[in-house]
């Protein structure tokens, strides 16, 4: 059997672990989740009810950087996990401080007493610490991407297009080139189709080289 990846498309979680499979070149079978109306399957396999959740034999994996690495674990052909110990500390700020501005900043209206306008500075701290480090860069850190980018650029593009017109007026050349090449590219455009909601019974949807059975 092949591994299970229970997915959101827009999901950033979800959207890394699935750059990553797709790098990897290990194929899956991809079920799409609908946040608002979650399968029962999924719901009984997923610890936390979240995506993305890997389903492997018996192993459960349900935290997104969990799924790249065991993705490129198994094949890691970009050499994506070749970086320094610095872009591990980039994804910790992006998975702490960053998200949690970023989602104060986007859905400022489920939390009580927050200031869209200061969390949004703060968000804009750690991008422009990104801007620096991508001077003279394509990628963090250097020609070729790695674990760091494909983990940390779904979250930049949640946190542009909140107010894409504010983000790109911002003096952030270096970042929104790293952010446009990315949304171009065509592992982007792969990874992010729409695809149906999963029900049991569905033909199999393969992921990334997809056939139906």
Wanted: proline share 8%; charged share 25%.
């Amino acid at each position: 059997m092949q591994p299970i990846l229970y997915s959101f498309r827009r999901c950033p979680y979800a959207i890394r672990a699935r750059l990553a499979v797709a790098s990897a070149g290990v194929t899956v079978e991809l079920r799409e989740v609908v946040l608002r109306d979650k399968a029962p399957e999924f719901l009984a396999t997923s610890p936390s009810g979240t995506v993305p959740c890997l389903v492997a034999g018996d192993t459960v994996i349900d935290e997104s950087l969990d799924v790249m690495k065991w993705a490129l674990g198994r094949s890691d052909p970009e050499a994506l996990l070749d970086m320094p110990e610095e872009g591990h500390a980039l994804i910790e700020t992006t998975d702490g401080p960053f998200k949690t501005a970023l989602d104060r900043y986007k859905y400022h209206t489920r939390h009580a007493d927050v200031d869209p306008a200061d969390e949004r500075a703060k968000a804009s701290a750690f991008l422009a610490a990104l801007e620096t480090h991508l001077d003279g860069n394509d990628w963090l850190f250097g020609t070729h991407p790695s674990l760091a980018d494909f983990a940390i650029l779904p979250f930049v593009r949640q946190f542009a297009f909140v107010d894409k017109l504010w983000f790109d007026a911002q003096p952030w050349p270096n970042l929104s080139r790293w952010l446009e090449r990315f949304i171009a590219s065509d592992r982007f455009l792969a990874v992010f189709r729409k695809y149906p909601k999963w029900q049991n019974g569905d033909p199999v949807t393969y992921f990334p080289a997809e056939r139906s059975v």
